[in-house]
């Protein structure tokens, strides 16, 4: 069994300030990991992925995370936020076989001027 | 990259009316469809999962009768809500993964939604 826990369901940052939005996984198995971004009335879009490569994971529009195997975790940050960040962030896991996702609750960041 | 779409964006019909909602894989052959709901607010709900030429596999709590998955090509499923009502309301995200000219996908793309309105 997977589950996904994303610790705070909003994040109120100021522009220019570091993005930390935390995920943490249980997995049976070695996991992939996903983040993704959706904006209002929008599909979700994929902003990084772990696959068992480089635990350190570069993405699109400047976020990265950090895959902790020992602290089952899969951290989302931007070292400076923008005004165009705000959005809802989700964190996904998928185990090894199969293709089914578990989804986080999601993380709302909220980026002030 | 792997493109996902879904047809109407956005519709509103009367309660007891039946809704079809499309999801289509652009440039890639989709062996496995997923549909998901997602009310305000809240993340995304897996309601099933559909393989090319295969029942589809409903979570639970998800009835079957009332959300009818069609999933007859490697590129398209669809989603028909049975007798619409009010609290079917939602947000409706399909997703797909499957396999392209370079070998197989380890991940789902997602299409853009479709919001549902039943009045």
């Known amino acids: 069994a997977q589950s996904v826990t994303q610790l705070g369901s909003h994040v109120s940052v100021s522009e220019g300030a570091l993005v930390l939005l935390r995920c943490n996984y249980s997995s049976s198995v070695p996991p992939y990991l996903f983040w993704y971004v959706q904006y209002p009335n929008q599909g979700l879009q994929l902003l990084l992925k772990y696959t068992s490569a480089a635990t350190l994971v570069k993405g699109i529009n400047g976020f990265e995370a950090e895959f902790k195997k020992s602290e089952t975790s899969f951290h989302l940050t931007k070292p400076s936020a923008h005004m165009s960040d705000a959005a809802e962030y989700f964190c996904?896991?998928?185990?090894?076989?199969?293709?089914?996702?578990?989804f986080g609750g999601g993380t709302r960041l909220m980026v002030k001027p | 990259g792997a493109v996902v779409s879904q047809h109407p964006s956005w519709v509103i019909c009367k309660s007891g009316t039946s809704v079809k909602i499309e999801c289509r894989s652009l440039d890639f052959q989709a062996t496995t469809m997923f549909w998901y709901r997602q009310f305000p607010k809240q993340s995304l709900m897996l309601m099933a999962t559909?393989?090319?030429?295969?029942?589809?596999?409903?979570e639970q709590g998800v009835e079957k009768d009332k959300f009818l998955i069609n999933h007859a090509s490697l590129t398209l499923s669809t989603l028909t809500v049975t007798s619409a009502h009010p609290e079917d309301s939602s947000f409706y995200i399909c997703?797909?993964?499957?396999?392209?000219?370079?070998?197989?996908?380890?991940?789902?793309?997602f299409g853009p939604g479709t919001r549902l309105t039943v009045l």
């Open positions: 559909s393989n090319e030429g295969s029942k589809a596999t409903y």
């Open positions: 996904a896991v998928k185990g090894n076989a199969g293709n089914m996702l578990t």
């Open positions: 997703s797909a993964t499957g396999v392209s000219s370079l070998g197989g996908y380890n991940e789902q793309f």
